[in-house]
């Protein structure tokens, strides 16, 4: 006996237009086209709820809001769950243990909100934690740091030159970023200075007063960057102080400011993975561990409206 395919079609098949294609049905193709069609949207389903589940973004304080704001400016449509560790800030000054700790508790946050990536914030974090977080949260997530695009920037446009950075003590003293250049061996010299009071000068808004001129002035007048062409700003607090940054150096010194970097990796990430949402816009969460006035207003005047805080105290 010849082995019949389960449906003959007088023309190409077409799942969508089967029934009208007055085809001959063998015994259970009913069924198994049933099967096909439930699989199939469970599938399409499935993926579009992939795509919508939002986005994670966590950082010790104010200083990560700048890189949400610049994903949320390049992927209007992505919802972002944004966990700022206000209760445990500055994160630069702490150990690698203490912050690894403090990024697994926060990453448990985010998983519980069904975020389909994790992009941790924080310099201080992404090198303390990211190898950690990353196989903490396996499967679950895309894990996401602020460092390694910012490497893939200096290899693409300042090979063979001297590259400055600032950051916190831990970011700085981790070498972080001078380990992952030598990989590439392209020849750039990196001249790095540790800067811990600008992060704490930030979260008080003393970035704002006459004050910070000063000291803004007294890191980068270091000998220690003298002859850079350009200048890495190692923490997310940093573009807050971008302007006066750029004022310092009369335009001499190209300044990097992650957050843009950091933004269209996200982007390409999403993308390369087929996570990228399907929506046009969305509305975002933003959780503390610490509730303060000064956070509310800086989130608030960050992304241009009211914006509501939700407390969750990581640990009881």
Not at 5 to 31: M, Q, W, Y
Not at 250 to 269: F, N, P, T, Y
Request: charge should be neutral.
């Amino acid at each position: 006996m010849v082995s019949r395919p389960i449906v003959h079609l007088k023309r190409k098949f077409n799942e969508n237009k089967l029934f009208a294609c007055s085809p001959v049905f063998t015994d259970g193709a009913f069924a198994l086209i049933a099967i096909y069609r439930a699989i199939n949207t469970h599938v399409g389903v499935r993926k579009v709820m992939e795509k919508n589940r939002p986005v994670g973004i966590f950082d010790s304080g104010l200083g990560g809001l700048t890189v949400a704001k610049a994903v949320k400016d390049l992927l209007p449509g992505e919802r972002l769950v944004y966990f700022g560790d206000s209760a445990h800030l500055p994160y630069g000054d702490k150990s690698a243990a203490t912050i690894q700790a403090y990024s697994v508790k926060i990453c448990d946050v985010l998983l519980q909100h069904d975020c389909k990536v994790i992009l941790i914030a924080c310099n201080s974090a992404s090198s303390a934690a990211f190898e950690l977080v990353k196989a903490y949260v396996g499967s679950k997530a895309l894990v996401l740091n602020v460092i390694d695009p910012v490497i893939s920037y200096l290899i693409a446009f300042f090979q063979g030159k001297t590259v400055g950075l600032i950051g916190t003590k831990q970011t700085v003293g981790s070498n972080v970023y001078r380990n992952k250049l030598d990989l590439y061996d392209r020849n750039i010299q990196l001249r790095s200075l540790a800067t811990p009071l600008l992060a704490p000068m930030i979260e008080e808004s003393f970035h704002k007063k006459a004050l910070s001129e000063k000291i803004i002035a007294e890191y980068l007048s270091n000998s220690g960057l003298n002859g850079i062409e350009a200048l890495v700003l190692g923490c997310t607090h940093y573009p807050l102080i971008r302007k006066q940054i750029e004022n310092y150096f009369e335009g001499q010194v190209e300044v990097i400011d992650s957050s843009e970097i950091v933004a269209q990796s996200l982007k390409e990430l999403l993308s390369d993975n087929d996570l990228m949402s399907s929506k046009k816009s969305a509305v975002d969460e933003f959780l503390v561990s610490d509730f303060t006035e000064s956070f509310q207003a800086a989130t608030s005047l960050f992304f241009g409206r009211n914006v509501k805080l939700e407390k969750h105290v990581l640990w009881e």
